[in-house]
């Protein structure tokens, strides 16, 4: 990387006056709470999607390989569930293979003859703590992307409705018309992301109702994201979670 950069700065000495950075990079996405495809059309690096892909995979493989438990608060995880559901969404199979491999008990179990181990399904009662952050960290990129009137974005994020109505680009702009219309835009920043900000409500062990305020630069915050997690309609465990109800006071 470094060698590449020293070879593109001798035909562009303007960028030779600081070295690169490399741990910037997911800084910034994780400071951001950039989305991937975000990060991507904002630098241009659409050519270069595959070395960014397989840089965060590096990252999250490294973060999650050498920090021991016992030194991991609340926003260290927070970083991992950010990095994996991010990597997950792009290509769920980059981390499972990896995952695979620190499992080596059921590969041998495979090989042996035993039957296929059937799709695997979120547990909450395993990692709660890392449950709750997943939770979080979604609201927190659906938030950023209708800050930034990414509607096309943010269907990505979201499960079809309570209703079993898709929530289209056009759905969530048509939902979001009037609170923009009353505020010049919606907050994304850290504070935005507050922990206090996001209220889980848990229904029974497999079902979570859950609230995210928005904030508003008045700081009235009356507009919130309604939505419900269902995981026992949920196959797949990189799939996102979250059921949109409503966006509304």
């Known amino acids: ?32 709470c950039a989305s991937f495809g975000e990060y991507v059309r904002d630098y241009g690096l659409q050519r270069s999607e595959g070395v960014l892909l397989r840089y965060l995979s590096q990252t999250y493989k490294a973060m999650q390989q050498s920090v021991p438990d016992g030194f991991r608060d609340d926003i260290y995880q927070e970083m991992l ?51 709750v952050a997943r939770l979080r960290m979604e609201m927190h990129r659906l938030v950023r992307a209708l800050a930034r009137r990414d509607y096309e974005e943010a269907a990505t994020f979201v499960r079809d409705g309570l209703d079993h109505e898709p929530w289209t680009a056009e759905r969530f702009a048509l939902a979001m018309l009037d609170f923009f219309a009353n505020h010049a835009q919606l907050g994304q920043d850290p504070s935005a992301r507050a922990a206090h900000l996001t209220h889980i409500k848990e229904l029974d062990a497999r079902t979570f109702q859950v609230t995210q305020t928005l904030c508003d ?3 009235d915050n009356l ?27």
């Open 1 to 32: 990387m470094y060698e590449t950069f020293n070879s593109y700065a001798q035909a562009h000495p303007w960028v030779s006056h600081e070295n690169i950075h490399p741990k910037g990079i997911a800084r910034e996405i994780w400071e951001r």
């Open 223 to 249: 507009w919130a994201l309604h939505a419900m997690v269902e995981l026992d309609d949920i196959d797949e465990v990189d799939a996102p979670l979250i059921r949109l109800e409503r966006i509304g006071a």
């Open 217 to 219: 630069p008045s700081g």
């Open 81 to 131: 569930v950010f990095f994996r559901t991010m990597l997950g969404h792009i290509d769920s199979s980059l981390v499972q293979q990896w995952e695979e491999l620190l499992a080596p008990v059921a590969e041998d179990a495979h090989a042996s003859g035993a039957a296929a181990p059937k799709p695997r399904r979120l547990d909450p009662s395993r990692d709660r703590r890392g449950f």
